[in-house]
């Protein structure tokens, strides 16, 4: 195992509903497959005073709010006080803490974002898992599947790890900022309050507590 790419090494599961599927696995990318299922099971455990039944497998807190541009389609949970804004397209398997940001024109699918994420202005969220608080500059993308449409393999530097899947986004560690128009390539992980420079291409393994300003060029956060 690459210990600082494991669940235990990029989050603090007690800011996800997620934590019970989390906490049973190694790897962030291992839950990708499990989303839809997981939130099925927290769903039907959900609330009806605290949390409004909206279509199929639809499950939005009554604090959340929800423009009415925004398109929700299921399985998916919205979290206490966040905000879907104008235009927001949630595809599905989708499972969105609390206090989070959906922004204008902002698309997800088949992902976890912990409690406080923002992804608040044209962002596309595929595949992927957001720690506590990241928050995603305006444009910034996750590509979730190599152009030769084969599997993806997690880059540390000195090895590769395979997944033996086809889609993975981004695993994005607790408090890290991604700059704006930045893209995460397949695979990408992203330690803990890492910041990520705007503008950047980001491939593979990046370290906790630094600062990523281009390829090569990884600086220690001081």
């Known amino acids: 195992m690459f210990e600082p790419a494991e669940i235990c090494s990029l989050?603090?599961?007690?800011?996800?509903?997620?934590?019970?599927?989390?906490?049973?696995?190694?790897?962030?990318?291992?839950?990708?497959?499990k989303i839809g299922e997981l939130?099925?099971?927290?769903?039907?455990?959900l609330s009806a005073e605290a949390y409004e039944r909206r279509g199929e497998n639809i499950w939005v807190h009554?604090?959340?709010?929800?423009f009415d541009s925004a398109y929700l389609h299921g399985p998916a949970i919205i979290g206490p006080r966040t905000e879907v804004r104008q235009c927001a397209f949630v595809?599905?398997?989708?499972?969105?803490?609390?206090?989070?940001?959906?922004?204008?024109?902002t698309e997800?699918?088949?992902?976890?974002?912990?409690?406080?994420?923002?992804v608040p202005h044209y962002n596309y969220v595929g595949d992927s898992i957001l720690g506590y608080k990241a928050?995603?500059?305006?444009?910034?993308i996750t590509s979730n599947i190599?152009?030769?449409?084969?599997?993806?393999?997690?880059?540390?530097g000195s090895e590769r790890i395979e997944t033996g899947l086809r889609k993975i986004g981004a695993m994005l560690g607790d408090h890290v900022e991604i700059g704006c128009n930045s893209v995460l390539n397949p695979g990408t992980i992203?330690?803990?309050?890492?910041?990520?420079?705007?503008?950047?291409?980001?491939?593979?393994w990046i370290p906790p507590h630094s600062i990523y300003k281009r390829a090569g060029e990884i600086a220690e956060r001081k």
């Open 108 to 118: 997800l699918k088949n992902v976890i974002l912990f409690d406080g994420v923002q």
């Open 190 to 204: 992203v330690g803990r309050e890492t910041t990520v420079y705007p503008l950047s291409m980001v491939r593979g």
């Open 39 to 45: 939130i099925l099971q927290i769903g039907g455990s």
């Open 62 to 66: 009554r604090t959340a709010a929800v």
């Open 91 to 105: 595809r599905g398997n989708a499972l969105v803490g609390a206090d989070c940001v959906v922004g204008n024109s």
């Open 11 to 33: 989050f603090d599961l007690s800011h996800t509903a997620a934590a019970p599927l989390l906490s049973t696995l190694g790897y962030p990318w291992e839950a990708l497959p």
């Open 146 to 156: 190599k152009s030769d449409k084969t599997d993806v393999w997690i880059h540390t």
């Open 135 to 140: 928050h995603m500059g305006a444009g910034s």
